[in-house]
């Protein structure tokens, strides 16, 4: 709740209460630890992220996937592409969109043009069946690369690729922070009325379990 209010300061104390005392930290209390790191942004907040990354690597935990995306771009925020590389490297399967989108931010920061291109050329000459999602990329990931191709060599290709992406409908306004802290909605409760019609035994409108108990 704290996390989804914005209250990230009053998260990182809930989370430092729960250390401090003890308590183990599940998949979804580590992915909510990462995310708090990555959305305040700061140097302690990195040192704090960094350390739970470590202490989870050194008792051999699984981390969730999409907390090893919030441990790769905190760093990109913080400049370090370097670690930002070695956090994405560990990540077991990166085929989901959030993955690509880190994948070649990673790339456009390290300078890596002619990488970055390779990635959107092969999202164009994907081959999918039509009823299966083209890779889509953010704007401001593609913006990235444009703006780190200026007069390079591959500057026209990358122009091009780019052009023919958002023809395709493959740039969307979606950003990596809004991918990144993205909230599914829980699964749909049962209509109330269908329980309560569920508590009463269709053949002797009882109370189903004390029609249960009697039988």
């Known amino acids: 709740m704290l996390f989804m209010k914005g209250l990230y300061e009053s998260s990182l104390d809930v989370l430092r209460d729960m250390k401090n005392q003890g308590m183990p930290f599940n998949k979804d209390t580590f992915t909510l630890a990462t995310g708090t790191c990555y959305k305040l942004n700061t140097p302690e907040s990195y040192r704090i992220c960094t350390a739970l990354i470590e202490e989870e690597q050194t008792k051999g935990h699984i981390m969730p996937r999409h907390a090893y995306c919030f441990t790769v771009a905190l ?34 920061m390290a300078g890596a043009v002619k990488e970055s291109l390779s990635v959107l050329t092969l999202a164009l000459g994907s081959s999918s069946p039509a009823f299966i999602k083209k890779p889509e990329f953010a704007q401001e990931v593609v913006d990235l690369v444009r703006l780190r191709s200026e007069d390079s060599p591959l500057m026209a290709r990358v122009e091009q690729a780019v052009s023919h992406l958002q023809q395709a409908g493959q740039v969307n306004q979606r950003n990596v922070d809004e991918m990144l802290c993205h909230t599914p909605m829980g699964k749909k409760r049962m209509p109330m009325g269908i329980m309560d019609e569920r508590r009463i035994s269709r053949r002797t409108l009882r109370p189903l379990q004390s029609t249960l108990l009697s039988e």
Request: with cysteine.
């Open 75 to 108: 760093p990109l925020r913080q400049n370090d592409v370097e670690k930002a590389q070695s956090m994405f490297c560990q990540i077991m399967s990166t085929d989901s969109r959030i993955c690509q989108y880190l994948k070649v931010l990673i790339l456009a």
